[in-house]
Every structure is written in C-alpha cells, then in structure tokens.
C-alpha cells in the first residue's frame, strides 16, 4: 500500500512543491501554496480504478496502422452548443464546464442531459439532493425519462453506478465536491480533484463515454486547481457572463476536436437558458439621440461575427492618479491604447478618468475591437458622438497604425447586414477584400490620427 505523503500545492495553477514556496514558479502568484496530505499509489501500482487492461492497449504501432475510429459526434440539441463544440460532442470526449457560481452550470448540464434526445444521460450532483434537482427540471421542461439522477460525492461509488447504469453521457456537477478514497485531503482540494478527474477519465476512455465535468471557477477566473484539469480534458468551456444581465457566453477554451474562441450566446429566462441565434442586434441598444463615448465594434469570436458596442468616459480627474476602470476589455489594453492616444495624438490622457465597458456584460478579447475602444474614448473627450450607422473594425498597433483586424471581409458584411452604412477599418485590408458588393461604404484608416478626424467630424 502506498506511503502517505505531503506536499505543497499552488492553488491558483496546482503546481506541486516538497516545500512552501512564497511565489509560485509556474504561475508567478505570491502566497498560493498550501500543504495537502497525499497518498499516492506508487507509479507502478495499478490505477485505482484500474481494471488491468493496461497491457493490452499499449503496445506501440506505426502512425499509418492507427485505424480511425469512425468520429460520431452526438447532437446534443442545443445547434449553440454543437457549433461550441466544434460540431457535436465526441464520444469518450472530457469536457470541463468552468464558471462563476450562479452563472448558471447546473442549469445549462441540466437542459442538455434533458435534451440529447434518445440518449440515457446520468446526471450526478454532488451539491443539490434529487428534489431540488427535479423542482429545477420542472421549471426548464424537457425529456426526464432518460435523464437519471444520482446524488453522489465519492467517486469510486460513483464509477460504480456508471457501470451498472451504463449511460451514454455522463454530468458531473461539480469537481469540487467529490472525492476518492485513495486521497487523505479533503474534497476540493487539488490532489482531490486531480485524482477524481483521473478516474472519471479512465471511465471515459474506457467505455467511449462522454463526461461533462462541472467545475467553480474563483473570482479571477482560474477554476480552483484546474489549470492542472485544463490538461487533462479535452475539451475546456467557459461559461461567462455578468451575473446582473441576462446574457451568458459559453466559450470554448480549449478544443481537440475542433477550434477554440468560438462562441455561444444565450440568454437566461425564468424557463432556462434559451440559445440567442443573432447576438448582434441584442448587443446594440437604441437610442433617440446619438451619445458621445459610444462606438460601435465589429468584432469576432472564433468564426463568427457580430457588432457590439463600446461605450466610455473620459473626464478630468479629480486626484493625482487617473482611474481606469474597465468592464469586460482587458486593462493593460486599455493602458496601452491610452498610452498611444497621448503620444501620437497629444491628448492629455493622463489627467484623466477613463472608464470603459463593453455593452450586455461581455468580455472581448479580440485585438480588432481597438479602433472601436479608441474612437469611444475620442468620442467621450471631445464630446462628439460618433456619426449613425458607423462600425469600426481595426487593431492599433503601438505606433499608432491601424492594422487589419483578422477576417476583416466578413466583420465588413456583418456590418452592412445589420444595416450599417459605413465601417471604418485599415488601409492595409484593402488588398485582402474580395470584389464582392458590400452594400455598404468603407473607410480606410492607416493610422490613429485619420481615426481621431473621423471622430472630430473632419471626415
Ligand atoms: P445555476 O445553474 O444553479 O448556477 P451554477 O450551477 O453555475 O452555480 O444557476 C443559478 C441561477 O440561474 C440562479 O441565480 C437563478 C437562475 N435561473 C434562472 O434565472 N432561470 C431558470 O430557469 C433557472 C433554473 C435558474
Ligand atoms: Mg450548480
């Protein structure tokens, strides 16, 4: 039997250490590491769940023996979710489900194991009894014949139902709470959730189940302990959103099966989560009366297009330091662009407040969304609403050119479907445009001081 052992772990990445360490060498955060008891069974040890079928599958053979197994995805009934998943979920596939608590995971695991239709679905819950589970299910309306609940924490019973059950697709909700005999430290923890996910791995694999694994995400947007999950699974989503709108991203982190970035939009309602198939026209708001500080951004998520819009505010500050306070656009960006503004532009950025916020609670971190952010904040300083009916698309670049956002052509038509009527993006996207009518008129930029006319009204 193995020897218990101790070791430091670093919360944030799950890097393992003999000893404390004040700063993580992995992940580079201060004061993250923490003593578990571990007790690893020994590397030459069978697996804990493991049912000595080792030998017979690793014997190597040359690459072009390897017969492909014919790749049948399942439609999981949500057309968001399959596109998400890169066109279906693949058999045996892990899938790790992140998010903030009360984003709503639970709801989303729920809807699609009522959903996949024809399909016996095991749906264990570690955190809510089968009651609260099945009042949720009332609410959502949906298939409940096939969908069987299990309310579960230790993880061999839990491999041990599954092989009894048999089911076709699997949710586990949530990583954190369960646990495996062979580790001392308590649920959550990360040798904890390291070896729960490697059993339901082996499962997986094993029986070409496919497993959603549900797993709570802290507050700056690492899922406790996972980073060390990120590598195991195949698949990482993230389910996003501000908890006060009703807007929910699921964002595919990481895909073997398909692309990453790419993006599903839905929106929670008092019956669910319900699939928004134009995020376009929700994330433009209407107004009367045009505004200054707002700017309208064609940007991309994985393959898809849409518009969304920036809005901000620059006024004088009112202490030594400027704020800047932003809402889903990343921070150093918004430093960055600033920096940029002052420099080629001789704005006086440093003597003011800016803040920013990206429209329906979104987070962008598309590059293409520069020219969008730059000409909000142009807007807001001089007080000049952007002109109707304009979309941006461009990345700035630290001299102040404006570089071709990637797949400028199709951001140019979503534009001009939701009818816009002109879109400002670079110079040097020219040549890359097909000569098909846009039906709509492009401007081209080359550098930050063409934007700043545009906005100025000189244009
Ligand atoms: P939940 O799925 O429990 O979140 P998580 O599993 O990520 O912690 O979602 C909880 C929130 O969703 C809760 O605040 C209420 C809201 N909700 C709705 O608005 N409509 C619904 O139909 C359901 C089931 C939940
Ligand atoms: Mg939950």
């Not at 006060?244 to 991203?249: A, G, H, M, Q, W």
């Not at 708001?285 to 309208?296: K, Q, T, V």
Request: aromatic share 6%; with cysteine.
């Amino acid at each position: 039997m193995a020897k218990t052992k101790k070791s430091w772990f670093c919360k944030n990445c799950g890097s393992e250490s003999p000893k404390w360490l004040g700063r993580c060498p992995d992940c580079g955060e201060w004061n993250t590491f923490v003593e578990e008891v571990i007790s690893k069974p020994s590397r030459y040890e069978a697996p804990s769940s493991g049912d000595g079928e080792r030998t017979s599958r690793s014997t190597p053979i040359p690459l072009n023996e390897v017969r492909q197994r014919e790749l049948v995805r399942i439609d999981m009934g949500y057309p968001e979710v399959n596109r998400v998943l890169g066109g279906g979920l693949v058999p045996g596939s892990l899938v790790l489900l992140g998010g903030e608590p009360g984003i709503g995971k639970s709801t989303l695991s729920l809807q699609l194991a009522m959903r996949v239709s024809g399909l016996k679905v095991l749906y264990v819950s570690g955190e809510e009894s089968p009651e609260q589970i099945k009042l949720r299910a009332d609410r959502l309306s949906g298939n409940t014949e096939n969908c069987y609940i299990l309310s579960e924490t230790s993880c061999e019973t839990i491999v041990d139902r599954m092989r009894q059950l048999n089911p076709d697709m699997v949710v586990i909700d949530s990583i954190q709470t369960l646990y495996s005999d062979t580790i001392e430290s308590s649920p959550g923890s990360i040798s904890q959730i390291r070896e729960c996910a490697a059993i339901l791995m082996r499962y997986a694999k094993q029986t070409m189940t496919p497993i959603f694994i549900i797993g709570h995400i802290t507050k700056d947007g690492t899922i406790a302990g996972p980073k060390i999950l990120e590598h195991i699974v195949d698949v990482v989503f993230q389910f996003e959103g501000d908890p006060n709108n009703i807007y929910r991203l699921l964002r595919s982190v990481k895909n073997r099966f398909g692309a990453t970035s790419e993006i599903g939009v839905f929106e929670m309602r008092g019956d669910g989560l319900k699939e928004v198939e134009n995020p376009s026209e929700i994330l433009l708001s209407h107004h009367d009366e045009p505004l200054s500080g707002i700017a309208i951004g064609a940007t991309m998520d994985g393959a898809r297009p849409y518009m969304i819009e920036v809005q901000a505010l620059a006024s004088a500050t009112a202490y030594g330091t400027p704020q800047r306070t932003t809402t889903g656009f990343d921070g150093k960006r918004l430093s960055m662009l600033l920096a940029v503004i002052e420099k080629r532009l001789n704005f006086r950025m440093g003597t003011k407040d800016v803040f920013l916020n990206i429209a329906g609670g979104f987070k962008v971190s598309d590059p293409g969304l520069d020219a969008a952010v730059v000409a909000s904040i142009l807007s807001s300083a001089l007080d000049k609403p952007v002109a109707e009916r304009t979309a941006f698309a461009g990345e700035i670049g630290l001299s102040g050119e404006v570089r071709p956002a990637s797949r400028t052509e199709q951001r140019i038509m979503e534009a001009s479907r939701l009818g816009f009527e002109r879109i400002v993006v670079s110079s040097y996207a020219k040549k890359g445009l097909s000569g098909t009518k846009k039906g709509i008129e492009i401007i081209y930029v080359s550098k930050i001081e063409e934007l700043a006319r545009i906005i100025a009204g000189a244009v």
